[in-house]
């Protein structure tokens, strides 16, 4: 039920970015989800790719800093107050969220959210015995 | 003025008679009573009876940092614990500082040079000192303030920072005489104008500066700004503090105070003594010290001697502005800084090697340091907080460790140049 993410450190400068997905680019990889987290100084680059490892393997050989990170993809009801419902459903357990993020596109009529969280499987519990869908990896990577 | 005439205008012959008498009492001293400089002189093949004239102080080993961290704290004192009144430290690479002490007798030898010092400069006892140098662990404060009080100034002892108090007592108290390091007597300078303050209002005329690297801009630019004679003093804790040389008005070099100090340049790489006018290492052996007599002290200060007569009658050689050293410390706001402080706090924090560089630039008056830090797998995190949570970490111990703030930068691997052999560790930007 968990889907990995690669987290890429960047520095606040011009053409890293580009960088990035130019070595993806090279080795056939696609981006699913994405999401860039930055301060005055640097960034932190999160994505969903098809094939993680693969990504992992190219951007450390391309000199990055690279980390997998698992993280949960939810379907999220695309209608008002959809997120509103999955929210609720984890503060109601004490879940706290580090972030999120929506992918790109979507696997059913439903919208798609990467949510990072530190007890992720609790989280996971959680939602599923509220019969919200989590999608898993094999799922995700292959949209 | 002089504030010892009978020393400070002493002919050279009866110095140098003056010296080897001191000199040779000194090293008898140290031999009987330091183990470490025992087996020196024994594995150099030197007994202090061998050192008849100055020129075989040649002979006798150096004396490095090194030696006094080896010793820590108290293990090249001469005098038992219940003879020093005052101990002084700086910051240390491995937590450890370097420590010095003082006898009653040390204390009252360095009150009588920072006297000098304060004479020298045109001070007397109708002036107001304001002593901006830090008080504390560091020489540069209480050294200061016992020379004024003995050349009978009067002192305020108001410390390093807070500039709106040291601006307001300047004019309440009608400030004559500035002492602080001449970054911050440069920012001073600044927050007077910017306080809309007249220069015609207040009494300031003299300013005495040192504890880090400055230059003749700097003294124009200082000289402009404060509307005084700036002038340079020249120190350091392993010798006695401030006081081991000061600038005349003349201007034209920092009189060292031979009577107590034998200074010599030396070739960094050889160790060979180089003959006055030649650019060299400056190397120090106190003459009258007695809590921490200190032999052949390399200070890695790179400097120039000269003996002509001086202007002001003084006949003490002087030491040109100190133009670099021969290690790669730095000096950031009036701090001792080495790389191998911030590395060691680096390695707390990570099990490798830590790529780094340390970039220091002047903003305005006052320096910054910038420490550039590769980010590795082991220090990454997804989350923005927990890479935060690290720099202000990490910041905090080098705030501890070293007394200076910080800015902390994370960069890419393989961001920072690596080179052949001694890696470049420091950019130093600043134009003094």
Redesign the interface.
Known sequence: MKVK?I?V???NKSG?LAQVTRVLGEQNINIRALSI???T??G?L?LIVNDPDSAYQALKEA?????T?DVIAVEVGDEPGGLARIMEILQQRGINI??LYAFLQKATNAALVVF?VELIDEAIDVLQKNNVNILGGNRVYTL | MYWQEEYETITRDKLEELQLQRLQQTLQRVYDKIPFYRQAFDAAGIQPGDVKSLADLQKVPFTVKQDLRDHYPFGLFTVPMDEVVRLHASSGTTGKPTVVGYTKKDINTWADLMARAIVMAGGSKKDVLQNAYGYGLFTGGIGVHYGAERMGATVVPISGGNTARQLMLMQDFGTSILTCTPSYALFLGEEIHNAGIDLQNLKLRVGIFGAEPWSERMREQLEAKLNITALDIYGLSEVIGPGVSMECPEKKGMHIFEDHFLAEIIDPETGKQLPYGQPGELVITSLTKEALPIIRYRTRDITVLNEDTCGCGRTFVRMQRVTGRTDDMLIIRGVNVFPSQIESVLLEFGDTEPHYLLVVDRKGSLDNLEIWVELNDKFFSDKIRALEDLENKIRGRILSVLGISARLKFVEPRTIPRSEGKAKRVIDKREL
């Not at chain 1, 000199?63 to 980390?67: D, E, H, L, N, Q």
């Open positions: 993410q987290s450190f960047l520095e890293r987290a930055d301060t100084d640097f932190i999160r000199g990055f800093t690279v980390s990170t580090e972030y990072r």
